[in-house]
Antibody, heavy 121, light 108 residues
Framework: EVQLVESGGGVVRPGGSLRLSCAGS????????MTWVRQAPGKGLEWVSGINWNGGSTGYADSVKGRFTISRENAKNSLYLQMDGLRADDTALYHCARENEGIAPGVLDIWGQGTLVTVSS | DIQMTQSPSSLSASVGDRVTITCRAS??????LNWYQQKPGRAPNLLVY???SLQSGVPSRFSGSGSGTDFTLTISSLQPEDFATYYC??????????FGQGTKLEIK
Protein backbone atom coordinates (compact mmCIF):
# COMPACT_ATOMS: atom_id res chain seq x y z
CA GLU A 1 0.00 0.00 0.00
CA VAL A 2 1.26 3.44 -0.92
CA GLN A 3 1.32 5.64 2.15
CA LEU A 4 2.93 8.56 3.92
CA VAL A 5 3.15 8.78 7.71
CA GLU A 6 4.15 11.97 9.50
CA SER A 7 5.63 12.24 12.98
CA GLY A 8 7.38 14.72 15.21
CA GLY A 9 4.59 17.12 16.05
CA GLY A 10 3.95 18.40 19.55
CA VAL A 11 3.65 21.44 21.77
CA VAL A 12 6.46 23.99 21.63
CA ARG A 13 6.94 27.47 23.03
CA PRO A 14 7.17 30.53 20.77
CA GLY A 15 10.69 30.85 19.41
CA GLY A 16 11.30 27.14 19.78
CA SER A 17 12.17 24.47 17.21
CA LEU A 18 10.69 21.22 16.01
CA ARG A 19 11.65 18.68 13.35
CA LEU A 20 8.91 16.89 11.46
CA SER A 21 9.45 13.62 9.62
CA CYS A 22 7.49 11.88 6.89
CA ALA A 23 8.07 8.22 6.05
CA GLY A 24 7.08 6.97 2.63
CA SER A 25 6.31 3.35 1.78
CA UNK A 26 4.87 1.31 -1.06
CA UNK A 27 6.50 3.38 -3.80
CA UNK A 28 9.94 4.37 -5.10
CA UNK A 29 10.49 7.39 -2.88
CA UNK A 30 13.35 8.95 -4.87
CA UNK A 31 11.22 9.05 -8.04
CA UNK A 32 9.06 11.84 -6.60
CA UNK A 33 9.23 15.45 -5.54
CA MET A 34 7.67 16.00 -2.11
CA THR A 35 5.73 18.78 -0.38
CA TRP A 36 4.63 19.97 3.05
CA VAL A 37 1.14 21.48 3.37
CA ARG A 38 -0.35 22.77 6.61
CA GLN A 39 -3.83 23.50 7.87
CA ALA A 40 -4.45 25.74 10.88
CA PRO A 41 -7.41 24.71 13.06
CA GLY A 42 -10.64 25.46 11.20
CA LYS A 43 -8.77 27.06 8.29
CA GLY A 44 -7.82 26.18 4.73
CA LEU A 45 -4.82 24.50 3.17
CA GLU A 46 -1.52 26.38 2.95
CA TRP A 47 1.38 25.14 0.84
CA VAL A 48 4.51 25.39 3.02
CA SER A 49 7.50 23.95 1.20
CA GLY A 50 8.56 21.61 -1.60
CA ILE A 51 11.68 19.68 -2.57
CA ASN A 52 12.65 17.95 -5.77
CA TRP A 53 13.55 14.27 -6.01
CA ASN A 54 17.23 14.60 -5.12
CA GLY A 55 17.02 17.56 -2.75
CA GLY A 56 18.76 19.86 -5.19
CA SER A 57 15.87 22.31 -5.48
CA THR A 58 13.63 23.63 -2.74
CA GLY A 59 10.91 26.25 -2.35
CA TYR A 60 9.19 27.96 0.57
CA ALA A 61 6.11 30.01 1.22
CA ASP A 62 6.90 33.59 2.22
CA SER A 63 5.36 32.92 5.64
CA VAL A 64 8.08 30.39 6.55
CA LYS A 65 11.04 31.47 4.42
CA GLY A 66 14.20 31.82 6.53
CA ARG A 67 12.69 29.86 9.44
CA PHE A 68 11.86 26.44 7.99
CA THR A 69 14.16 24.05 6.11
CA ILE A 70 12.98 21.12 4.03
CA SER A 71 15.23 18.14 3.37
CA ARG A 72 15.05 14.49 2.44
CA GLU A 73 17.02 11.27 2.92
CA ASN A 74 16.14 8.95 0.06
CA ALA A 75 18.07 6.02 1.53
CA LYS A 76 15.59 6.12 4.42
CA ASN A 77 12.52 7.00 2.30
CA SER A 78 12.12 10.05 4.50
CA LEU A 79 11.19 13.71 4.20
CA TYR A 80 11.87 16.30 6.89
CA LEU A 81 10.83 19.79 7.89
CA GLN A 82 13.07 21.62 10.36
CA MET A 83 11.05 24.42 11.93
CA ASP A 84 12.90 27.14 13.84
CA GLY A 85 11.69 30.42 15.30
CA LEU A 86 8.19 29.04 15.69
CA ARG A 87 5.31 31.47 16.14
CA ALA A 88 1.73 31.06 17.32
CA ASP A 89 0.49 31.31 13.73
CA ASP A 90 2.52 28.22 12.81
CA THR A 91 0.05 26.16 14.85
CA ALA A 92 -1.43 23.68 12.39
CA LEU A 93 -1.76 20.11 11.21
CA TYR A 94 1.20 19.47 8.91
CA HIS A 95 0.71 17.06 6.02
CA CYS A 96 3.37 15.69 3.74
CA ALA A 97 2.27 14.94 0.18
CA ARG A 98 3.71 13.28 -2.90
CA GLU A 99 3.95 15.27 -6.13
CA ASN A 100 3.17 13.07 -9.09
CA GLU A 101 4.59 14.63 -12.27
CA GLY A 102 3.46 11.48 -14.07
CA ILE A 103 -0.09 12.77 -13.69
CA ALA A 104 0.69 16.47 -14.12
CA PRO A 105 3.16 19.02 -12.70
CA GLY A 106 2.51 19.87 -9.07
CA VAL A 107 -0.29 17.36 -8.57
CA LEU A 108 -0.43 16.05 -4.99
CA ASP A 109 -1.78 12.55 -5.31
CA ILE A 110 -0.85 10.91 -2.00
CA TRP A 111 -1.22 12.65 1.38
CA GLY A 112 -0.37 11.68 4.92
CA GLN A 113 -2.87 12.15 7.75
CA GLY A 114 -0.73 14.85 9.30
CA THR A 115 1.08 15.66 12.54
CA LEU A 116 -0.15 18.44 14.82
CA VAL A 117 2.13 21.31 15.81
CA THR A 118 0.96 23.62 18.59
CA VAL A 119 2.95 26.74 19.41
CA SER A 120 1.92 28.11 22.76
CA SER A 121 3.43 29.56 25.90
CA ASP B 1 3.40 34.91 -5.64
CA ILE B 2 0.28 33.78 -7.46
CA GLN B 3 -2.90 34.30 -5.44
CA MET B 4 -5.91 32.01 -5.85
CA THR B 5 -9.41 33.22 -5.02
CA GLN B 6 -12.35 30.85 -4.74
CA SER B 7 -16.04 31.73 -4.74
CA PRO B 8 -18.27 31.26 -3.00
CA SER B 9 -16.61 30.58 0.38
CA SER B 10 -19.61 28.48 1.35
CA LEU B 11 -22.57 27.05 -0.45
CA SER B 12 -25.78 25.32 0.61
CA ALA B 13 -27.33 22.88 -1.83
CA SER B 14 -29.57 19.83 -1.98
CA VAL B 15 -28.99 16.28 -3.16
CA GLY B 16 -29.45 16.22 -6.93
CA ASP B 17 -28.53 19.89 -7.45
CA ARG B 18 -25.96 21.05 -9.98
CA VAL B 19 -23.22 23.05 -8.28
CA THR B 20 -20.41 25.19 -9.66
CA ILE B 21 -17.39 26.49 -7.74
CA THR B 22 -15.14 29.15 -9.23
CA CYS B 23 -11.41 29.71 -8.82
CA ARG B 24 -9.56 32.76 -10.13
CA ALA B 25 -5.78 33.18 -10.38
CA SER B 26 -4.02 36.52 -9.96
CA UNK B 27 -2.14 35.89 -13.20
CA UNK B 28 -2.40 33.47 -16.09
CA UNK B 29 -1.56 29.89 -15.09
CA UNK B 30 -2.51 28.19 -18.35
CA UNK B 31 -4.15 24.93 -17.22
CA UNK B 32 -1.90 24.31 -14.20
CA LEU B 33 -4.90 24.05 -11.90
CA ASN B 34 -5.93 21.16 -9.66
CA TRP B 35 -8.98 20.54 -7.45
CA TYR B 36 -9.11 18.65 -4.15
CA GLN B 37 -11.94 17.48 -1.89
CA GLN B 38 -11.48 17.36 1.87
CA LYS B 39 -13.88 15.78 4.35
CA PRO B 40 -13.69 16.54 8.10
CA GLY B 41 -10.80 14.79 9.82
CA ARG B 42 -9.41 13.49 6.53
CA ALA B 43 -6.53 14.41 4.27
CA PRO B 44 -7.38 16.11 0.96
CA ASN B 45 -8.16 13.93 -2.04
CA LEU B 46 -7.27 14.80 -5.65
CA LEU B 47 -10.33 15.18 -7.90
CA VAL B 48 -9.27 17.03 -11.05
CA TYR B 49 -5.84 17.87 -12.46
CA UNK B 50 -4.66 20.05 -15.31
CA UNK B 51 -7.94 21.99 -15.08
CA UNK B 52 -10.16 19.38 -16.71
CA SER B 53 -8.75 15.86 -16.31
CA LEU B 54 -10.55 13.60 -13.86
CA GLN B 55 -8.36 11.64 -11.47
CA SER B 56 -8.77 7.88 -11.69
CA GLY B 57 -11.64 6.63 -9.54
CA VAL B 58 -13.40 9.99 -9.27
CA PRO B 59 -17.10 9.85 -10.28
CA SER B 60 -17.99 11.36 -13.65
CA ARG B 61 -20.44 13.79 -12.06
CA PHE B 62 -17.34 15.89 -11.26
CA SER B 63 -15.87 18.01 -14.03
CA GLY B 64 -13.43 20.87 -14.34
CA SER B 65 -12.92 23.55 -16.94
CA GLY B 66 -11.06 26.77 -17.63
CA SER B 67 -7.69 28.14 -18.60
CA GLY B 68 -5.67 31.28 -18.04
CA THR B 69 -7.09 32.88 -14.90
CA ASP B 70 -10.64 31.52 -14.55
CA PHE B 71 -11.58 27.98 -13.64
CA THR B 72 -14.65 26.06 -12.49
CA LEU B 73 -15.41 22.80 -10.74
CA THR B 74 -18.90 21.46 -11.44
CA ILE B 75 -20.78 18.66 -9.72
CA SER B 76 -23.62 17.70 -12.04
CA SER B 77 -25.90 15.99 -9.50
CA LEU B 78 -24.93 16.27 -5.85
CA GLN B 79 -24.73 13.08 -3.84
CA PRO B 80 -24.72 12.87 -0.02
CA GLU B 81 -21.02 11.95 0.00
CA ASP B 82 -20.11 15.15 -1.90
CA PHE B 83 -20.73 17.46 1.02
CA ALA B 84 -17.20 18.54 1.88
CA THR B 85 -14.75 21.40 1.39
CA TYR B 86 -13.20 21.93 -2.04
CA TYR B 87 -9.85 23.59 -2.77
CA CYS B 88 -8.20 24.72 -5.98
CA UNK B 89 -4.40 24.70 -6.25
CA UNK B 90 -2.16 26.31 -8.86
CA UNK B 91 0.90 24.34 -9.94
CA UNK B 92 2.20 26.87 -12.48
CA UNK B 93 4.99 28.22 -10.25
CA UNK B 94 7.27 25.26 -9.65
CA UNK B 95 7.78 24.66 -5.92
CA UNK B 96 5.74 27.78 -5.10
CA UNK B 97 2.28 26.32 -5.25
CA UNK B 98 -0.72 28.03 -3.64
CA PHE B 99 -4.24 26.98 -2.71
CA GLY B 100 -7.51 28.83 -2.81
CA GLN B 101 -9.16 29.54 0.54
CA GLY B 102 -11.67 26.72 0.09
CA THR B 103 -15.40 26.35 -0.58
CA LYS B 104 -17.47 24.55 2.04
CA LEU B 105 -20.40 22.71 0.48
CA GLU B 106 -23.20 22.10 2.97
CA ILE B 107 -26.53 20.36 2.87
CA LYS B 108 -29.53 22.69 2.51
Amino acid sequence: EVQLVESGGGVVRPGGSLRLSCAGSGFQFDDYDMTWVRQAPGKGLEWVSGINWNGGSTGYADSVKGRFTISRENAKNSLYLQMDGLRADDTALYHCARENEGIAPGVLDIWGQGTLVTVSS
Amino acid sequence: DIQMTQSPSSLSASVGDRVTITCRASQSISTFLNWYQQKPGRAPNLLVYAASSLQSGVPSRFSGSGSGTDFTLTISSLQPEDFATYYCQQSYSSALYTFGQGTKLEIK
